[in-house]
Structure formats: structure tokens, C-alpha cells
């Protein structure tokens, strides 16, 4: 990636970040803006950055354009640990709670891969089923234990919901040094995902140990994607739109796309953010509907695009 366009990304991002501050109907006086609206964008860009990574590892590790840790029940999983976690009493600040949340991520995106590769041969379509499946599972499984909970869950649906609120100082901390050291790691086998992206026999031949290297960079977008669920709850498809639009500014190469992925998951989510707040003030919408009118369209469009390409 040249520098021109490295900077037009890091202004895309700079724009959003401004968007996100000034967004809202409460004005912009210093007060709003520095205890209400910086700690929600700078969850937002936390949160951003972790889907948009783990959606760039995911579709370079699978060599599928329709993964997603939304899409593969990653996401899922993660917030079905945290619900059972808020209910049992672990806080947020405990390693306990985010231990258990990547358990419930990696879990579920392994179920959803097992699944997929029963036929034998993993496919674009057996992977996406098989991640509907697993998410769908999953979600009418909180919303079992939800209801039954009653009072002591109602504040959890938004959380469910995907909505992006100020967290505690020290969670926001943690799960933005967990994402960034994802990425990091990442980005050093950045040739590894790139030879991974080109099939399991080439990458093979290229030195790669697939299995390895897929388990590898599974465990990084769980982790990824847990550290963003930690702190946002369920927000889908930002991963799977980000590498895609990446691309077209970054090229295919794991080497730019690893960081842009997370620059432009960043942007994307600020957006969406202040975008739920300015459709019906003072009513907020959560950034997870956002993303869900955003995404679904973008998706079908990638089934289309895709079925084509095999005709």
C-alpha cells in the first residue's frame, strides 16, 4: 500500500472519529463531549478494529470471502459465554470473564468448521450453513436463559443487541491491548496468510503447515473478536465488509491488508455509531442494528457475486 493511499485511510479515520465526537443531540460542549461521547468512540474504535482484524484472518485463513466471526458463530459464542458470565456474577474486570469468552469463541467457530468439513470438502456454501446453524443455536439459547432470567437480564439485551456504551476504563484498556497484540502477531505471519489464502496444497508447497496455520490464526481472530465482544457485545458483519473495501484500496497482500483491516473496521463502527444516534434523537439506535441493515445487503450481494463467479 503507497503512501497516498495509507493516508487517505488514516483521514477516512480521522473522520470518523470527528463524526463520531460531534454526532448527537446534545450539543458539543466540552463536558458531553470529553465524558460521554470520546469514551464511546474510542469503544467504538476498539471494538472496530478487533472485527475488522479477525474478519481479514478469517477469509485469508478459510480462502472465503463470506467468513466472518459474525457469520462463522465466533461472535456467538463470545456473547453467550459473557451473558452466562454476567449472570453467574463475573465482572467484566475479572481474566475469568475473558478467559471464558474466548473459550466460547474459539469453541464455536471450531463447531462451525467441523460441521462444515463433514461432507468432506469444505465449501463456501457448508461453511456458511454451518455458521448460521451454530448462531442461531446459540442466540436462541441466551434468549432462553435471558427470559427466564427476567429482571436480572433486562439490561443484557442490549448488550445483545450490539450496542456500543462507555466502558470501564480498565476493560476498554484490556481488550484494546488484547486486539492490538492479535494483530501484531498477525501481522509477523503476515507470509503465512498470504500462502494460506492461495489454498492448502499451495501453501504447503510454499513452506506453510496449513493445519498450524490455521489454528493459528483462528486462536488470534477469537481472541480478536472476544476482546471486541467484551466490550461491545454482538455487532456483525464489520468484518465481513472491512477486508473487502480494504482491498480495493490496499491490494489482496496480508502484509497491508492485517493493519488496514483494522483502520477501516475502526472507521466503519465510529461511523455506524454516530450514525445510530442521528436517525431518530433522541432515540439512539444500537450500532449492531446499524451494521445488521448495512451488512445484510452486502452479504447477499457477495452470495450473488459469488454464484456467479462459479457459473
Request: aromatic residues 8%; charged residues 10%.
Given at each position: 500500500?503507497?503512501?497516498?493511499?495509507?493516508?487517505?485511510?488514516?483521514?477516512?479515520?480521522?473522520?470518523?472519529?470527528?463524526?463520531?465526537?460531534?454526532?448527537?443531540?446534545?450539543?458539543?460542549?466540552p463536558?458531553i463531549?470529553?465524558?460521554?461521547r470520546?469514551?464511546?468512540?474510542?469503544?467504538?474504535?476498539?471494538?472496530?478494529?478487533?472485527?475488522?482484524?479477525?474478519?481479514?484472518?478469517?477469509?485469508?485463513a478459510?480462502?472465503?470471502?463470506?467468513?466472518?466471526?459474525?457469520?462463522?458463530?465466533?461472535?456467538?459464542?463470545?456473547?453467550?459465554?459473557?451473558?452466562?458470565?454476567?449472570?453467574?456474577?463475573?465482572?467484566?474486570?475479572?481474566?475469568?470473564?475473558?478467559?471464558?469468552?474466548?473459550?466460547?469463541?474459539?469453541?464455536?467457530?471450531?463447531?462451525?468448521?467441523?460441521?462444515?468439513?463433514?461432507?468432506g470438502?469444505?465449501?463456501?456454501?457448508?461453511?456458511?450453513?454451518?455458521?448460521?446453524?451454530v448462531?442461531?443455536?446459540?442466540?436462541?439459547?441466551?434468549?432462553?436463559?435471558?427470559?427466564?432470567?427476567?429482571?436480572?437480564?433486562?439490561?443484557?439485551?442490549?448488550?445483545?443487541?450490539?450496542?456500543?456504551?462507555a466502558?470501564?476504563?480498565?476493560?476498554?484498556?484490556?481488550?484494546?491491548a488484547?486486539?492490538?497484540?492479535?494483530?501484531?502477531?498477525?501481522?509477523?505471519r503476515?507470509?503465512?496468510?498470504?500462502?494460506?489464502?492461495?489454498?492448502e496444497?499451495k501453501?504447503?508447497?510454499?513452506?506453510?503447515?496449513?493445519?498450524?496455520?490455521?489454528?493459528i490464526?483462528?486462536?488470534?481472530?477469537?481472541?480478536?473478536?472476544?476482546a471486541?465482544?467484551?466490550?461491545g457485545?454482538?455487532?456483525?458483519?464489520v468484518?465481513?465488509?472491512?477486508?473487502?473495501?480494504?482491498?480495493?484500496?490496499?491490494?489482496?497482500?496480508?502484509?497491508?491488508?492485517?493493519?488496514?483491516?483494522?483502520?477501516?473496521?475502526?472507521?466503519?463502527?465510529?461511523?455506524?455509531?454516530?450514525?445510530?444516534?442521528?436517525?431518530?434523537?433522541?432515540?439512539?439506535?444500537?450500532?449492531g442494528v446499524?451494521?445488521?441493515?448495512?451488512?445484510?445487503?452486502?452479504?447477499?450481494?457477495?452470495?450473488?457475486?459469488?454464484?456467479?463467479?462459479?457459473?
Amino acid at each position: 500500500m503507497g503512501k497516498s493511499k495509507g493516508l487517505l485511510l488514516l483521514l477516512g479515520l480521522g473522520a470518523a472519529c470527528l463524526l463520531s465526537l460531534a454526532a448527537g443531540p446534545a450539543g458539543l460542549s466540552p463536558e458531553i463531549i470529553l465524558n460521554l461521547r470520546l469514551p464511546r468512540t474510542l469503544a467504538a474504535l476498539a471494538v472496530g478494529a478487533g472485527l475488522g482484524l479477525a474478519g481479514a484472518l478469517f477469509q485469508g485463513a478459510l480462502k472465503n470471502p463470506l467468513s466472518d466471526p459474525y457469520i462463522l458463530g465466533t461472535s456467538a459464542g463470545a456473547t453467550a459465554a459473557a451473558v452466562f458470565c454476567f449472570l453467574a456474577g463475573i465482572e467484566r474486570s475479572s481474566p475469568v470473564f475473558f478467559a471464558a469468552v474466548f473459550a466460547g469463541a474459539f469453541g464455536a467457530t471450531f463447531l462451525s468448521y467441523w460441521l462444515a468439513r463433514l461432507a468432506g470438502r469444505l465449501s463456501d456454501a457448508a461453511l456458511v450453513l454451518a455458521g448460521v446453524a451454530v448462531s442461531a443455536f446459540l442466540s436462541a439459547l441466551v434468549m432462553l436463559v435471558l427470559s427466564a432470567a427476567r429482571e436480572r437480564a433486562f439490561s443484557l439485551f442490549n448488550f445483545v443487541l450490539g450496542g456500543l456504551y462507555a466502558a470501564e476504563p480498565g476493560v476498554l484498556l484490556f481488550s484494546a491491548a488484547v486486539i492490538a497484540a492479535a494483530g501484531t502477531l498477525a501481522a509477523l505471519r503476515w507470509r503465512a496468510l498470504d500462502a494460506m489464502s492461495l489454498g492448502e496444497e499451495k501453501a504447503y508447497h510454499l513452506g506453510a503447515d496449513p493445519g498450524r496455520e490455521r489454528l493459528i490464526f483462528f486462536a488470534l481472530a477469537c481472541a480478536a473478536t472476544s476482546a471486541a465482544v467484551a466490550v461491545g457485545g454482538t455487532i456483525g458483519f464489520v468484518g465481513l465488509m472491512t477486508p473487502h473495501i480494504i482491498r480495493l484500496i490496499s491490494g489482496p497482500s496480508a502484509r497491508t491488508l492485517i493493519p488496514a483491516s483494522a483502520i477501516g473496521g475502526a472507521a466503519l463502527l465510529a461511523c455506524a455509531d454516530a450514525a445510530g444516534r442521528l436517525l431518530f434523537p433522541p432515540a439512539e439506535v444500537p450500532a449492531g442494528v446499524i451494521m445488521a441493515l448495512a451488512g445484510a445487503p452486502f452479504f447477499m450481494w457477495l452470495l450473488w457475486k459469488n454464484s456467479r463467479g462459479r457459473a
